[in-house]
């Protein structure tokens, strides 16, 4: 089962969330029909995704999009994050799901050659309350995706961060997935950090920690070093759910105007819409085109 927990290390000074989000990628895997390589990719993203609702959105309803734009075969990422309460919301799409790359010599997923070595990750980020947004660009380092938000973090945020993210697949669906972020708070000494480097050396991937069966807490004293962690929240969930409705493709379709809408109702007589998030298909037919056509 899918597992989010929240711990603090070292008395304090070093925070940590691990996550398991097998349920949830295997979940996005079905949804877009995603192959191993795509598999790996989209559930690294989704992973990261999933724990920023849960640590960089403070108020329900703030939102944050993220778009990763690399130069490789799988194209544009996009994730949107929403939070309620206990729960991170996210759905995300990828422009080129079907992409299957050969594996790399040392057996791992190739990744980094599916997005590609070359763009940026932009991060978006939306207060309901105040109506801002805040922007974050930054140009990718690897494509690998945890090395791409530990910068994003470095250099946008000014937050330090350790990251990690892994998933396991074959053919027959996700093995495991998850990941773990580290925070260190200003106070966290040369010692301490010392420590949680050395321990970060000797610890296993976290593919590896996740599919030896390692429960949470296990993996969080393993990456920081330390054995007496403290646990602050174990009722966190990231969950898959995309918004779409009938009536929200009602407003694209107004917004593309008279003459294009026209058009489709002269050739075509009916419109197909699929929802590129969850994959949801919405049936308009004449009828109802030529009373939106009324609407513009
Ligand atoms: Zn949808």
């Not at 070359?118 to 105040?130: P, R």
């Not at 690897?142 to 000014?158: K, L, R």
């Not at 294009?260 to 919405?282: H, P, S």
């Not at 049936?283 to 513009?296: G, R, T, V, W």
């Amino acid at each position: 089962m899918d597992k989010i927990e929240k711990y603090l290390a070292y008395n304090g000074k070093v925070s940590l969330i691990c996550a398991n989000t097998t349920e949830l990628i295997e979940e996005i895997r079905k949804i877009h029909d995603l192959t191993p390589t795509t598999t790996a990719a989209m559930g690294r993203f989704a992973t990261i995704c999933g724990i920023m609702g849960l640590t960089s959105i403070k108020e329900n309803d703030d939102s944050i999009t993220v778009q990763l734009k690399g130069d490789g075969p799988v194209g544009s990422i996009v994730g949107i994050v929403k939070r309620e309460n206990n729960i991170s919301k996210i759905k995300t799409y990828m422009q080129n799901p079907l992409v299957e790359l050969p594996l790399k010599s040392n057996g791992k997923i190739d990744v980094g050659g599916a997005v590609g070595h070359a763009g940026y990750l932009n991060i978006i980020k939306q207060s309901a309350i105040t109506d801002s947004e805040y922007n974050g660009l930054v140009p990718l380092v690897s494509g690998e995706i945890a090395e791409d938000f530990t910068e994003y973090f470095a250099t946008s945020e000014q937050k330090p961060t350790v990251l990690a993210l892994g998933v396991l697949v074959n053919k027959d669906g996700t093995q495991s997935a998850g990941g773990y972020m580290i925070n260190l708070m200003p106070d966290a000494t040369e010692n301490e950090i010392t420590k949680i480097e050395e321990a970060l050396k000797s610890a296993p991937s976290i593919s590896e920690l996740l599919s030896e069966n390692k429960t949470l807490e296990e993996i969080a004293k393993i990456v920081t070093g330390d054995e007496n962690i403290e646990l602050l929240e174990d009722n966190l969930e990231i969950k898959f759910d995309c918004d779409c409705s009938k009536e929200k493709f009602e407003k694209g379709l107004i917004s593309i105007g008279k003459d294009d809408l026209t058009k489709i109702i002269e050739e075509d007589g009916r419109a197909e819409i699929v929802c590129q998030f969850c994959n949801k298909k919405y049936n308009f037919n004449k009828e109802e085109l030529e009373d939106l056509l009324k609407k513009i």
